[in-house]
């Protein structure tokens, strides 16, 4: 369907649901500089949260998110490949990570398997649901992992009269629709790999992450299916990455030690 149809059937969906009377423990995003449990746990504070203003965790005082705050849920951990949500299960809540990744997979008729996103601590996962009713794929924990939960009915019922939290799901779904568009496999493999790192690095720094030292849970494997490569082929330009000094990756812990030496590659790609 049309990402214009999409948005279309999202307002429909926001105007029409119904609140939901369960009442989840309170979510609280740990704030940078709190210890934290696990280890390599990469968190973030509620005021960098992609549902900061549908939970009302970000202390503004907005009257409108005000009821949000007492229906977020905090829920995990999740292992290492389990579901948080699989195909053909009805939509009923959104995601946001709180620490750990969420992978998003669909699988075809015959059984191949491809990656459609990973999703970073303060990134909301379950959007593409909104408009078929179901999860159109299977979301998957890459390592340990929580979420905070958030009942979309009680979203929707709270937008028929708050104009300031409709607007504010626009502008998630509106967001989701740009990441998935402003993808292009029209490029060669060090560019794909360089685009990756360098998109991966922005979206950390967003949250108020390192951009330049981060962990990739997520195997070789993963990468190269997202990227519509093979796994020896990520590798090779990681390997070259290395040797030129552009990365340092040691195991799955990544340094970007020239940043703009990749963003040349996708200069020189485009040229």
């Known amino acids: 369907m049309p990402v214009g149809a999409r948005i279309a059937r999202s307002s429909a969906a926001v105007a029409t649901e119904a609140v939901m009377t369960a009442k989840p423990k309170l979510c609280a995003l740990d704030v940078p500089g709190m210890a934290c449990a696990e280890p390599r ?3 973030v504070s509620c005021d ?53 990744m969420v992978k998003t997979v669909q699988v075809d008729a015959e059984g191949r398997a491809q990656v459609l996103g990973f999703y970073l601590p303060g990134e909301v996962v379950g959007l593409e649901a909104v408009d078929p009713g179901v999860y159109p794929c299977d979301g998957v924990a890459l390592e340990s992992t929580r979420l905070c939960k958030l009942p979309f009915d009680a979203v929707s019922h709270v937008a028929q009269r708050e104009p300031e939290v409709q607007q504010h799901l626009f502008r998630m779904f509106s967001h989701a629709i740009a990441q998935h568009e402003a993808r292009s496999w029209d490029m060669g493999a060090d560019q794909r790999v360089a685009a990756f790192l360098l998109d991966l690095s922005a979206r950390y720094a967003l949250r108020g992450l390192s951009p330049e030292h981060f962990h990739l849970p997520m195997p070789r494997s993963d990468i190269a299916n997202f990227l519509h490569l093979a796994a020896e082929t990520v ?29 040349a590659l996708l200069k020189d790609d485009n040229a």
């Open 235 to 263: 590798s090779r330009v990681l390997a070259r990455f290395r040797e030129q000094g552009m990365v340092d990756i040691i195991g799955r812990e990544v340094h970007l030690q020239q940043p703009a030496a990749l963003r």
């Open 48 to 100: 960098r949260c992609g549902l900061v203003h549908a939970c009302g965790m970000s202390g503004n005082g907005s009257v409108a998110f005000a009821d949000m705050h007492k229906l977020v849920e905090d829920i995990g951990p999740f292992r290492s490949n389990d579901h948080v949500f699989k195909s053909g299960e009805p939509f009923r809540t959104l995601f946001a990570v709180k620490s750990g």
């Open 41 to 43: 746990d990469a968190r």
